[in-house]
């Protein structure tokens, strides 16, 4: 199945709207079952009950002939980091007592089970497609919900096992590539903005903005006395602010030649074709410069979705898969790496 999954392309490698900026869009709804534990307390039983009702969503739903049930705490470590590295589970799951996942065999959606939730509902699109991602939720959601009654409230809408995620459960994010802006220190400035308007902005690793390779996630702060719309037209409203600030800078740059971004450019792809041994986060930081020398023209030889699938493929777990061994350390790995990216960029 792995094997499988490392050869098919993941939705990173697709083109989307407003592509060169925006890697994905994210829309994930949290369901739970009335009277049951959530899953940091539930009992073997309980769980057998969960199993029950998303084997038969799996097999009698209108997906069943394209969705396959995967028994998620039953993998190996590096098969939970593979799928979490992937995107089709998140960390939580990884850790998960007793988890699974119904994945979509085009991997579009992932009904995530007994995450932080009974039921997570993800739909993920490449570009920016915000309102595509939570119409394919919202239909997955009523699917699901004829095989199970969902637990909620009158006052405070569907219940979750955070209650910050309580109302609609709804959380819509967008993944940005944002080098000009970042390089022009504005993000802070960004963040001012959009937490204004209940939007959180935050970089891929780390607390706050800190992050690898200038890429950002927007989304919605509160799910609760706002409805699925408001929510969608919230982030979709603070992407586009985003958008417009990146392709100003890019103006700019263009305007006044950008010899100093070009020369950022040109050193990291001779960084990257050149070393010999490089760390995850050093990799990610220089495809990133490349990624925007893509852009802006300054590379030609080199299409956009190359460079994403690179970004994925740099981690651990799909680094192993591709070098076809266990590195048995961080060295080998980095020295494994280093070369990949050296035959690529040939």
């Not at 039983?45 to 799996?58: D, G, K, P, V, Y």
């Not at 049930?69 to 799928?83: E, M, P, T």
């Not at 992407?239 to 020369?263: H, Q």
Request: net charge negative; glycine share 4%; hydrophobic share 40%.
């Amino acid at each position: 199945m792995f094997e499988e999954l490392l050869q098919k392309k993941g939705f990173w490698s697709h083109k989307g709207p407003s592509g060169d900026i925006v890697l994905s869009t994210r829309v994930r709804l949290a369901r739970n079952i009335p009277s049951l534990n959530f899953p940091h307390r539930q009992s073997r039983t309980e769980f057998s009950l969960i199993h029950s009702i998303i084997e038969r969503f799996a097999s009698e739903s209108i997906f069943r002939d394209n969705v396959r049930i995967l028994d998620v705490h039953s993998f190996a470590d590096d098969d939970r980091r593979f799928l979490r590295e992937r995107n089709l589970i998140t960390s939580e799951l990884e850790s998960a007592q007793y988890g699974l996942a119904v994945v979509d065999n085009d991997e579009e959606f992932v009904v995530m089970v007994n995450e932080e939730d009974h039921f997570r509902i993800q739909v993920i699109e490449p570009g920016f497609q915000l309102m595509k991602a939570y119409r394919l939720a919202d239909r997955i959601d009523n699917e699901l919900n004829r095989f199970v009654a969902y637990a909620w409230s009158n006052e405070f809408g569907y219940l979750t096992a955070c209650p910050s995620n309580i109302g609609t459960a709804l959380k819509a994010s967008v993944m940005l590539h944002l080098p000009l802006i970042s390089l022009a220190n504005m993000v802070l400035d960004a963040v001012k903005r959009l937490r204004e308007k209940k939007i959180d902005i935050k970089g891929v690793v780390g607390e706050g903005t800190d992050t690898v390779g200038n890429m950002f996630i927007i989304a919605n702060q509160t799910s609760l006395g706002v409805s699925e719309v408001d929510i969608i037209e919230r982030v979709d409203e603070a992407a586009r602010t985003l958008i417009d600030m990146e392709d100003e800078r890019r103006d700019a740059i263009l305007g006044n030649s950008g010899y100093a971004v070009e020369n950022i450019v040109w050193r990291s792809y001779g960084i990257l074709k050149y070393s010999r041994s490089i760390s995850y986060i050093e990799s990610i930081n220089h495809l990133s410069h490349i990624r925007l020398g893509v852009v802006l023209s300054y590379i030609k030889n080199i299409d956009l979705y190359k460079i994403n699938d690179l970004m994925v493929n740099m981690q651990w777990s799909h680094l192993q898969r591709i070098a076809g061994k266990a590195f048995v350390s961080s060295d080998e790995c980095d020295v494994f790496r280093a070369d990949y990216l050296k035959q690529i960029l040939e």
